[in-house]
Every structure is written in structure tokens, then in C-alpha cells.
């Protein structure tokens, strides 16, 4: 343990408040990383609680959030005189209740290599205190950049330990297993009937079941166009698309996620750029499960049909974890399984008006660029084929080419003499006149 008076400065700091009035009962937990986000969350307790059990469960939150974010060490501030000494075992706990949250706080703070205490005043410690304040409050309009979690009892309360939502035995992934692998059908026409249907999205390799695309969009890269590429897509029955040239917004999707994702790994690596690969999971997993804004829904529950249950609902015994039964959740799972094509039509109907209103903004600021056939032209050239001796004076344009085709709307089909015609259609906003 390191006590108040230690000099060394922590990556990690949490702060922490509770409050208990005749309003309510609920607590603020403000974490801050190393590279300086500020995680901040509130908690409605569904139970009656005194101030120093306020605390204390603001402190037991606050720990567990900090593990769930990965934090080794931390510095922690509190308002509370009374749990500060406790835990420094300056004062003594005599009531039961105070007994117990105590060893369950220096249980978690074993958790830790190293952690520091402080008794802090309570201006100080004013953003838990105003989250503290927010969670006993009787309002129900939260603002969007702050988490609030409802507690339904008190940490110290021992709850049945929960298993796994998507485990192997007696899950929805069985039956699909047993027809796929001993062709195994359910005596219910009906129920048969579905089980085909849905086993149609899967596949078993190495005795694990395994997600098959329908369809998978590429660019025109050569490494899609291979022979074992080809033969991949053959045996497991997926069709390959090439983005088509008279619509390079598609190569653009999956560039956005890679944007996304890079984004999102600067920010959490700050200077450590080198330790990207620990940190890519983090990564990807907030990605697939943050809603997003053209579909209305999350990346998670377009492929599961159901929203993931995030670390930090079963540090905290969520209602979704408290309330779990095995066998409600399988029934329940296996109706989402049967409405999700359904769902997944509906995303697409909000992503198609999402498009179309982008759509229309975009092209009341865009010139249409236009060329007719003969016209001479250049060619964006493309990064992947650059030249990569000649550096950052590597032109950006080669050609001339000539225009001998319109391949469709925004596409041409261009010549170079001595090379001959390119083997696929080029889009309009990679060309530009030449002027020789």
C-alpha cells in the first residue's frame, strides 16, 4: 500500500463521491487515463444506503472501472474522512455492514501493484460530487456523455454467479452444430425447416462454428483477383464482387473503418505506438459495440441479433446479468436469430435514406466532370504502384491516355499508346484533361 504522503505521480486517478438523501441514493465516479480522457459515470442505487455506505460504494465502483479500463496502478480521491482512514487502517470499523465493504475495497485493491488514497475536501472533489448529485437526484434526462448504471442491491450482497450468454451447451449454437455435422434435424417440421435455413450462415472448420458472408465487396487489388482466393469464395459458396469503377465511394466504406480504428488507437496509445497490437482488441470491440448513426444499430447485434453484454455490466451486476436465466435467454436468442434478416432490413432501409440525403448534399457541392470519346487525359496514379524510390517527388499523374469507351455513369474505358486499353474501367474523378 502507499499512503498519502508517497511522491510518486500515478497514470491513473480516480475520484469518488456518494451521496444519500431523502430524494434517492447514488454515487460519482470520475476516472482519468493516462493519456487524459476523463471516463465519468453515475450510479442510482434501487436500494436505501447511509452516506459512508454511499461511499463506499462509489469507491467499489470506481475500482472495478478502473480494473475493466486496464489501469495497474491508481490514486485515488475521496471526500469521505470516515472510509479514507478505514482503508489506511487509521480508524476502526465497528458496524458489520462497514465491516464487509471495507474488506471488499482492500480485496479489490489488491488488485492493483501499486495505490495511493487521499482524503481530499469536498470543492476538490467537485465533478463526483455533482455526479453523486445527479445519480440521487429524482430526474430521468441524463446527458449523453455520461453513463449511469443502476444498481439493484449493495455490492456486498453476494449474488449467484452468472454463466456465459453464448455458451456451447444447450445454445442456440448446438442444433446448428448437430445438422451441420451429423445432419441431425429437430422432429418438428417447422422447427427443421428454420434450422436449414439458418445453418445456411454457417459453416464448421476445426469442429468450431464459424459466420460465412453472402457476399464480400473488394477493390480491384490483384490479391482478390488470385486463383486461392477465388477457390476460397467457390467452396464456401460466398460471392465476390469488385467495387465498380462507376462507384468508388464503396472502396471508401471500408477505408472509413480503417480511419476509425487509427483514430481510435492514437488516441489510446499516445506516445506508445509501438504496443498497438494490445491495444487493437480494445479497439475493435468498442467499435462493433457503439451504435452506429446510418443504421441505428450496433455492428455486434447486425451479425448476433442481440447487443453485447460489456465488461463493465458484469463488474457492476447490471439488471441484463442479475436477472439472467439460461433458459429464457436461449429461447430468447433463437427469436432473435429468426427476426434478424428482418432487422437487418430495416438498417439497410435507414442506411439507404442515410446515403441518399449524403447523396444529395454532396452532389449540390460537386461539378460533374464529363469527358468525351478521343479526349486525351491523365490518370491519378495509384499509391499501391507508385514508385517508391523517387519518394515524395513521385508524380501524381501518368499518362496520356485517350478516351475509347463509357463504361457507365462516371466510368470510361481509356487507352495508352503502347500499353494498350487498361483492363478495367476508370472513374471520372481519377481522370483529368491533358493539355499537351
Given at each position: 500500500m502507499?499512503?498519502?504522503?508517497?511522491?510518486?505521480?500515478?497514470?491513473?486517478?480516480l475520484r469518488v463521491d456518494g451521496s444519500s438523501n431523502t430524494h434517492g441514493n447514488g454515487a460519482g465516479v470520475v476516472v482519468s487515463t493516462p493519456e487524459g480522457d476523463l471516463v465519468e459515470c453515475a450510479l442510482r442505487f434501487d436500494f436505501k444506503a447511509t452516506n459512508n455506505q454511499a461511499e463506499y460504494e462509489a469507491l467499489i465502483a470506481g475500482l472495478k472501472i478502473s480494473t475493466v479500463l486496464g489501469a495497474d496502478e491508481v490514486e485515488i480521491f475521496s471526500d469521505s474522512q470516515v472510509v479514507v482512514n478505514q482503508v489506511l487502517d487509521e480508524y476502526q470499523a465497528r458496524d458489520e455492514s462497514m465491516i464487509t465493504y471495507l474488506e471488499l475495497a482492500k480485496e479489490l485493491l489488491e488488485r492493483f501493484k501499486e495505490y495511493r488514497i487521499v482524503h481530499v475536501p469536498r470543492e476538490e472533489n467537485e465533478k463526483a460530487d455533482a455526479l453523486a448529485k445527479l445519480a440521487s437526484a429524482t430526474i430521468n434526462i441524463w446527458p449523453n456523455n455520461i453513463s449511469m448504471i443502476r444498481l439493484l442491491q449493495p455490492s456486498i450482497v453476494k449474488t449467484k454467479e452468472v454463466g456465459a450468454v453464448f455458451g456451447e451447451r444447450n445454445s442456440w449454437i448446438t442444433p446448428i452444430k448437430e445438422y451441420l455435422i451429423n445432419d441431425v434435424l429437430p422432429s418438428d417440421p417447422l422447427e427443421a425447416k428454420r434450422l436449414?435455413?439458418?445453418?445456411?450462415?454457417?459453416?464448421?472448420?476445426?469442429?468450431?462454428?464459424?459466420?460465412?458472408?453472402?457476399?464480400?465487396?473488394?477493390?480491384?487489388?490483384?490479391?482478390?483477383?488470385?486463383?486461392?482466393?477465388?477457390?476460397?469464395?467457390?467452396?464456401?459458396?460466398?460471392?465476390n464482387y469488385y467495387a465498380s469503377p462507376a462507384h468508388p465511394q464503396?472502396?471508401?466504406?471500408?477505408?472509413?473503418?480503417?480511419?476509425?480504428?487509427?483514430?481510435?488507437?492514437?488516441?489510446?496509445?499516445?506516445?506508445?505506438?509501438?504496443?498497438?497490437?494490445?491495444?487493437?482488441?480494445?479497439?475493435?470491440?468498442?467499435?462493433?459495440?457503439?451504435?452506429?448513426?446510418?443504421?441505428?444499430?450496433?455492428?455486434?447485434?447486425?451479425?448476433?441479433?442481440?447487443?453485447?453484454?460489456?465488461?463493465?455490466?458484469?463488474?457492476?451486476?447490471?439488471?441484463?446479468?442479475?436477472?439472467?436465466?439460461?433458459?429464457?435467454?436461449?429461447?430468447?436468442?433463437?427469436?432473435?436469430?429468426?427476426?434478424?434478416?428482418?432487422?437487418?432490413?430495416?438498417?439497410?432501409?435507414?442506411?439507404?435514406?442515410?446515403?441518399?440525403?449524403?447523396?444529395?448534399?454532396?452532389?449540390?457541392?460537386?461539378?460533374?466532370?464529363?469527358?468525351?470519346l478521343g479526349d486525351l487525359v491523365l490518370k491519378r496514379v495509384n499509391p499501391g504502384t507508385r514508385d517508391k524510390a523517387t519518394g515524395s517527388l513521385a508524380d501524381k499523374w501518368e499518362g496520356p491516355y485517350q478516351i475509347t469507351g463509357i463504361a457507365g455513369h462516371g466510368a470510361y474505358r481509356i487507352t495508352r499508346e503502347g500499353f494498350g486499353e487498361l483492363p478495367r474501367p476508370c472513374n471520372a474523378q481519377y481522370l483529368k484533361i491533358y493539355f499537351p
Open positions: 502507499m499512503e498519502e504522503q508517497g511522491k510518486k505521480i500515478f497514470k491513473w486517478q436449414k435455413y439458418r445453418a445456411t450462415r454457417y459453416s464448421v472448420l476445426n469442429g468450431e462454428l464459424f459466420g460465412i458472408p453472402n457476399t464480400i465487396i473488394t477493390d480491384n487489388g490483384t490479391q482478390f483477383d488470385g486463383r486461392k482466393f477465388i477457390e476460397l469464395c467457390d467452396k464456401y459458396g460466398i460471392n464503396t472502396n471508401g466504406q471500408t477505408e472509413a473503418v480503417n480511419k476509425i480504428i487509427k483514430h481510435n488507437l492514437k488516441a489510446k496509445l499516445a506516445t506508445k505506438k509501438g504496443s498497438w497490437a494490445d491495444k487493437l482488441p480494445q479497439v475493435l470491440w468498442a467499435y462493433r459495440t457503439t451504435e452506429r448513426g446510418s443504421t441505428g444499430e450496433t455492428p455486434y447485434s447486425m451479425a448476433y441479433g442481440a447487443e453485447a453484454v460489456i465488461p463493465v455490466e458484469t463488474s457492476f451486476s447490471s439488471p441484463r446479468v442479475q436477472l439472467f436465466q439460461p433458459e429464457i435467454n436461449i429461447n430468447m436468442l433463437k427469436c432473435s436469430l429468426d427476426e434478424l434478416e428482418e432487422r437487418r432490413e430495416r438498417a439497410q432501409i435507414r442506411n439507404t435514406a442515410y446515403q441518399q440525403r449524403v447523396a444529395r448534399y454532396y452532389n449540390s457541392h460537386v461539378r460533374e466532370r464529363r469527358f468525351t
